[in-house]
């Protein structure tokens, strides 16, 4: 290694990070020039990769955790000459693929960061495709800042990695003392941050972060490390070569004042260039091509839980493509991902109660190419819900799957009845979301998922339903089922998952009372068929909505949602839980919400009677 070479190196790192900074008139200059020489070392000795082939499963991987750092990370790209210097002076510009934190908009950023605490649990997701899906020696480096080490979703990250003895992950912890508003929790005490990862079963490093040399020393022995992971603990300054910025208080997120006399001081620019490292020829395992789907078959008029629907059909849909895998947040045995785990215990992942890590890992796993299915109570995704967010700003394609939800739940009471799920993957960009009532319905979407875009979430209910659709019924993502309607209908309820069977007991009393009923299944929650309720609408003009969710933001507002482009909103009443709910039965529950099928009776008969 010339090290004369990586110190100038380091300096342009610098210099082109305050020059992006300053064109942009904002950024974050100083965070990226403390960790310029720790990026300057892995770029030039230690990383290896084919940027021309970004998906191959031999590449090692850099994620920036810290991804307010991205000017050091654009000038890193400038340095391999992936970008040029035009470009670099776009960052933060309307059109640039340059964005103030990175995003897969640029094809070597396979996921965005920017929120801290992510960076890391997605590296453990990418670390564990890559030894045991992918089976290549590809590595995974994290640049971490030491802000981000007070978010519990680095120590779950911690934990599981050392679990798993994750030796081909290593990260690289900045350790600048300053954060946004001042000093951090350690300040530069690497040794406190030392015993802690240390705990977790990591190899701990402390260097100076700006001695090359022993950056360098680090790296190979964190290369050298087997059976753990490695965390490269490295004392820095921020705003590292600028007197009027460096190691002071006040300066995060901010320009340097002036451009002009810091690239001065930092020795002007330069135009040195590296040659990406390519990773060694290794022959990594092929997936074979998908084979024939045989998804379970239910009979009608059998009870099965959904849940046990999706167990037996991500199963199914895993015997049938080697690319689907499936994680689980120590509740398979509820979700029923069981059953994936005992047919394909290769491809399974027990993620332990760390629902943050949990989704995490899948976000990871996706961006090496595979397709995750991730399973845990609804009510416990809310913890992950910022992982959820950030998938969607990475383009993730990611099946979620929340079981327990709503008040038919029964005796668990409140704490795990999920109520808030619809209307929290609704609000996901380009988000589907799903909520089968039967099991073959539920099989089918299961398998639907699997090809579709973006973050998938499908709503499971724990206790058994009627199955009303036979097994060869098709099942698309937008549509919905018309289970009773008639030229005479004079109100239309729309339902979806516990409560459909609700909503058909009530239509058959309805008819029998000479109040005819067009019983609308709005399995897809979203994208919603807007031409059924349209058209129901039309013959009708009267609603009622029933969903065992809160009011806000679920199947009522989809239907609502449905009516916005100008044409007649039908009259409408929405039924949905509006009460705390307490620990009963499941008919109990429903019944106290006023979801039932007297409830929905009485709904339907006042709305239909009524001028």
């Not at 990250?157 to 290593?170: K, P, S």
């Not at 109570?377 to 959820?388: G, I, K, M, Q, T």
């Not at 079981?403 to 005796?411: F, K, N, Q, R």
């Not at 919603?528 to 129901?536: F, G, I, P, S, Y």
């Amino acid at each position: 290694m010339d090290y004369d070479r990586l110190r100038e190196l380091g300096q342009q790192l610098r210099v082109d990070a305050v020059r992006a900074a300053d064109a942009a008139g904002s950024g974050h200059p100083t965070s990226s020039m403390s960790a310029a020489d720790l990026m300057a070392v892995l770029l030039a000795g230690h990383l290896r990769w084919n940027p021309a082939t970004p998906d191959d499963p031999g590449n090692d991987e850099l994620v920036f955790s810290k991804g307010h750092a991205s000017p050091l990370l654009y000038a890193l790209y400038a340095a391999a000459g992936l970008i040029d210097d035009e470009e670099l002076l776009t960052f933060r510009k309307e059109g640039s693929r340059l964005e103030g934190h990175p995003t897969p908009r640029l094809p070597w950023v396979k996921v965005a960061t920017g929120s801290l605490g992510q960076g890391l649990p997605v590296g453990v997701g990418m670390a564990l495709a890559a030894r045991r899906l992918d089976r290549t020696p590809a590595r995974i480096w994290v640049l971490c800042g030491d802000s981000e080490l007070a978010e519990g979703s680095m120590w779950e990250a911690f934990e599981h990695a050392g679990h798993e003895g994750l030796d081909n992950l290593t990260a690289v912890v900045d350790v600048n003392r300053l954060g946004q508003r001042g000093p951090t929790r350690h300040g530069w005490d690497t040794a406190a941050y030392a015993r802690r990862v240390g705990a977790f079963g990591w190899h701990t490093i402390e260097i100076d972060g700006h001695d090359v040399a022993a950056i360098d020393a680090a790296y190979r022995e964190a290369r050298e490390t087997t059976g753990r992971p490695t965390a490269i603990l490295a004392r820095t300054r921020k705003g590292r070569g600028v007197s009027a910025v460096e190691d002071q208080e006040g300066k995060h997120g901010k320009p340097l004042p002036d451009a002009e006399e810091a690239v001065a001081e930092l020795g002007g620019r330069r135009n040195l260039r590296v040659e990406p490292r390519l990773p060694d020829a290794e022959d990594h395992p092929a997936r074979p091509e998908p084979g024939p789907l045989e998804l379970p078959r239910f009979d009608v008029g059998d009870r099965v839980a959904t849940r046990e629907a999706y167990g037996r059909a991500v199963a199914a849909l895993g015997g049938a493509r080697a690319d689907v895998v499936a994680l689980d947040g120590e509740v398979s045995d509820s979700t029923k991902a069981r059953h994936f785990a005992e047919e394909h215990p290769d491809r399974f992942f027990e993620m332990y109660i760390a629902e943050q890590q949990l989704v995490a890992a899948a976000v990871g796993m996706q961006a090496r190419g595979w397709r995750p299915y991730v399973s845990s109570f609804a009510a416990f995704l809310s913890r992950a819900y910022d992982f959820v967010r950030m998938a969607a700003v990475s383009r993730a394609d990611l099946n979620l799957v929340g079981s327990h939800a709503g008040v038919a739940i029964g005796e668990d009471g409140p704490s795990q009845m999920g109520l808030e799920d619809l209307a929290a993957f609704r609000a996901v960009h380009g988000s589907t979301v799903l909520y089968p009532c039967d099991a073959n319905q539920t099989a089918r979407l299961v398998a639907a998922m699997a090809d579709a875009e973006g973050v998938r979430y499908l709503r499971t209910s724990r206790g058994e339903t009627p199955v009303v659709y036979g097994p060869d019924e098709e099942f698309v993502i937008g549509g919905s089922r018309v289970l009773r309607s008639s030229g005479e209908d004079k109100v239309t309820i729309v339902a979806a998952g516990v409560t459909v069977h609700e909503a058909v007991k009530a239509a058959d009393r309805l008819a029998a009372a000479g109040v005819p009923a067009r019983v609308v299944d709005l399995y897809s929650v979203k994208p919603v068929d807007a031409a059924t309720l349209h058209e129901a609408a039309d013959a009708t003009g009267r609603f009622v909505t029933v969903e065992d969710h809160w009011p806000e933001g679920g199947v009522g507002d989809a239907v609502m949602d449905a009516f916005a482009d100008g044409r007649p909103v039908p009259r409408m009443t929405r039924l949905a839980v509006r009460t705390m709910p307490g620990s009963a039965t499941p008919e109990q529950e429903l019944r106290a919400a006023g979801l039932d099928a007297d409830a929905i009776v009485a709904a339907a008969h006042d709305l239909a009677v009524t001028d």
